[in-house]
T-cell receptor, first 116, second 112 residues
Framework: DTGVSQNPRHKITKRGQNVTFRCDPISEHNRLYWYRQTLGQGPEFLTYFQNEAQLEKSRLLSDRFSAERPKGSFSTLEIQRTEQGDSAMYLC??????????????FGPGTRLTVT | AQSVTQLDSHVSVSEGTPVLLRCNYS??????LFWYVQHPNKGLQLLLK??????LVKGINGFEAEFKKSETSFHLTKPSAHMSDAAEYFCVVSDRDDKIIFGKGTRLHILP
């Protein structure tokens, strides 16, 4: 069990540029989640996948944001035309459809985005 | 709708004294409740979880929490604080749809 990994760990970009982040979940986990965490706040839910299907998207996920999980394994989160307000830590988590379900999510270290 | 309220944004205790971090929740269903810890520049780590079994839940590093349905609370405690406990702690509620909601966090300061 290598845990959830995220790349890159840090990203600095200029306003208006596009960025893409990658998340590799724990291998046997079929659920994958994206969160955003700003300074002094708890993580806020963005979206989640069950296998390759994107089942829910938060209203926080504007049209500039898109997430994919094409083969039900790793996922990417893309932000187009970045704005300074997008500066945050982007967290990925994964969980398994255990029976009984525990809804326990395992988090990656996050990708810190700074938009200048 | 579910929500979680962490009653203190900062808590300071002296090393060796008890820790109490307070959390109240609201949920339409029987919730699952968690406490996560986040050390600086590190990922979120699960401390403990409540999933409708025993109401007193023991976690890692000597932490425990008690689920009190009548008070809608899930406070985190530790008998004796250690310097390494200094971190941000998040109370989390999850309903049957597997969507989790984080509280705003409580920063725990340990005084020498």
């Amino acid at each position: 069990d290598t845990g959830v990994s995220q790349n890159p760990r840090h990203k600095i970009t200029k306003r208006g540029q596009n960025v893409t982040f990658r998340c590799d979940p724990i291998s046997e986990h079929n659920r994958l989640y994206w969160y955003r965490q700003t300074l002094g706040q708890g993580p806020e839910f963005l979206t989640y996948f069950q296998n390759e299907a994107q089942l829910e998207k938060s209203r926080l996920l504007s049209d500039r944001f898109s997430a994919e999980r094409p083969k039900g394994s790793f996922s990417t989160l893309e932000i187009q035309r970045t704005e300074q307000g997008d500066s945050a830590m982007y967290l990925c988590a994964s969980s398994s459809d255990d029976r009984p379900p525990t809804y326990e999510q395992y988090f990656g270290p996050g990708t810190r985005l700074t938009v200048t | 709708a579910q929500s979680v309220t962490q009653l203190d944004s900062h808590v300071s205790v002296s090393e060796g004294t008890p820790v109490l971090l307070r959390c109240n929740y609201s949920s339409s269903y029987s919730p699952s409740l968690f406490w996560y810890v986040q050390h600086p520049n590190k990922g979120l780590q699960l401390l403990l979880k409540y999933t409708s079994a025993a109401t007193l839940v023991k976690g890692i590093n000597g932490f425990e929490a008690e689920f009190k349905k009548s008070e809608t609370s899930f406070h985190l405690t530790k008998p004796s604080a250690h310097m390494s406990d200094a971190a941000e702690y998040f109370c989390v509620v999850s309903d049957r749809d597997d969507k989790i909601i984080f509280g705003k966090g409580t920063r725990l300061h340990i005084l020498p």
